[in-house]
Each structure stands twice: as structure tokens, then as C-alpha cells.
């Protein structure tokens, strides 16, 4: 059984212990680590999904003392159906600024922290597809695979009169030093929604960086479709 860890809740342990059922996800079998939900709940978790949020995106500053490391950016999304079983999110308003603070320029003249330091923020979808549904306390919790709809976000940048070609690249999981697997998953208990966003790398120009972290959305639904 592996070990699987919400960001926001590693950061502010704010997510009831219903959560923690995703840390059974197997891949032994299926080679899909998610379990599947019953059509009647899938289009029940979709339903349950759709409407806009505000909140915010949580990340480590790694160059901050360790007791102080976690920052927050305000952020929105929004939840559409596709499909009677699946939806998608969009985030238009998603930050790249923070990756900056993960690279190191490799020469003198590799500007990549500049120029991610300058980057707009940028529109990032996922599917939304639901795996687990649980009922404690009279209360519905969901949760579901956030996977985003393109592994490569590709934008360019002007920085000191040049353009510059950025992709960010995402990856389907990563562990840390405990051994703990983080995967693309949300969380959905009434009109709360978090969940869990990894960063593989981002290559700036021709230059490579690793990432290797998770970024957090934690926000509340404010218009429900």
C-alpha cells in the first residue's frame, strides 16, 4: 500500500481523515491507481464539482528559513462538465513566478530565474474524474483525479526586449524523502475543494531545470452550476 499525502494538508493539516482513504491506491493490479465509482455516484461527483472558486495556491519557498516556508497566491478556477462522468477545471489565472524560486541559473548568461520571475500567469486545465465518494457524519465527501489535459504548458515570455520560450511540465506523481507518493488528486467535502498540482520541470529556452514539488489549491466554491 502506498503512502499518498495531500500539499495542503502536509502544510496546514486541514482535511478531515476521510482524505487519508486515498493513500490505499494500488497500481499492482490495473496499472490504474484509481478506483472506479459506480455510474450513479460518478455523475453524482461531477454534479457535486461544477460551479467557480476562489482561494488560493499554496508552495514552499525553499529560500526562506525552514520553520517559515509556506507562501500563497491568490487564484480561481472554474469546473465544467464533459461528459456525463467527467468534468474539466480551468485556471486562468494560474502563477508561474513561483517556479523561480526553484531555479538557479546555470551560467552567466542563463537568465531563466529573470525571466520566470517576470512571467504573466498562464491557463492551466485538468480533467476532473471522480474515483472515490465516502458518507461520514450525514456529510458527502469526493474525490478525484485531477490530471491535467496537456504533460507540457508552453508560453513565451518577453523579458529585456527578447522573447523566450517556457514549458512547464507536470508529472503524474512524485515521492518525497519519507517515501510519501503525491498525486494530481482533489478533495470535495461540501463547497470546499483542494487538491494537489506536481511540477516535474520547466525548461527555459533550451535550458532544463528540475522541479521535483507540489503546488496546493485550496478555495470554496462561490457560484455552483
Avoid at 198 to 211: N, S
Wanted: one cysteine or more; hydrophobic letters at 35%; aromatic letters at 12%.
Amino acid at each position: 500500500m502506498k503512502n499518498l499525502k495531500s500539499f495542503t494538508v502536509a502544510l496546514f493539516l486541514s482535511i478531515v481523515t476521510a482524505f487519508s482513504v486515498s493513500s490505499c491506491l494500488e497500481t499492482e493490479n490495473t496499472g490504474n491507481p484509481y478506483p472506479e465509482l459506480s455510474l450513479s455516484d460518478s455523475i453524482e461527483a461531477v454534479n457535486n464539482a461544477l460551479g467557480s472558486y476562489t482561494g488560493k495556491l499554496y508552495y514552499i519557498d525553499p529560500t526562506k528559513p525552514s520553520i517559515d516556508r509556506e507562501d500563497s497566491l491568490d487564484i480561481s478556477w472554474k469546473i465544467e462538465k464533459e461528459g456525463m462522468t467527467r468534468g474539466y477545471m480551468t485556471t486562468e489565472n494560474f502563477p508561474i513566478k513561483p517556479l523561480a524560486l526553484y531555479v538557479t541559473n546555470t551560467t552567466s548568461m542563463d537568465k531563466s530565474k529573470e525571466i520566470l520571475d517576470s512571467a504573466p500567469n498562464q491557463t492551466y486545465t485538468t480533467s476532473v474524474v471522480p474515483y472515490l465518494k465516502l458518507e461520514v457524519s450525514n456529510s458527502l465527501f469526493f474525490q478525484y483525479s485531477i490530471l491535467p489535459k496537456k504533460k507540457d504548458m508552453t508560453f513565451y515570455v518577453d523579458y529585456n526586449g527578447s522573447s523566450h520560450r517556457v514549458t512547464v511540465t507536470f508529472a503524474e506523481y512524485i515521492t518525497d524523502a519519507s517515501g510519501y507518493y503525491y498525486y494530481p488528486v482533489a478533495y470535495k467535502k461540501d463547497k470546499l475543494f483542494q487538491g494537489n498540482i506536481i511540477i516535474d520541470k520547466v525548461t527555459v529556452d533550451a535550458t532544463e531545470h528540475e522541479i521535483g514539488t507540489v503546488f496546493g489549491i485550496k478555495g470554496h466554491q462561490t457560484i455552483i452550476e
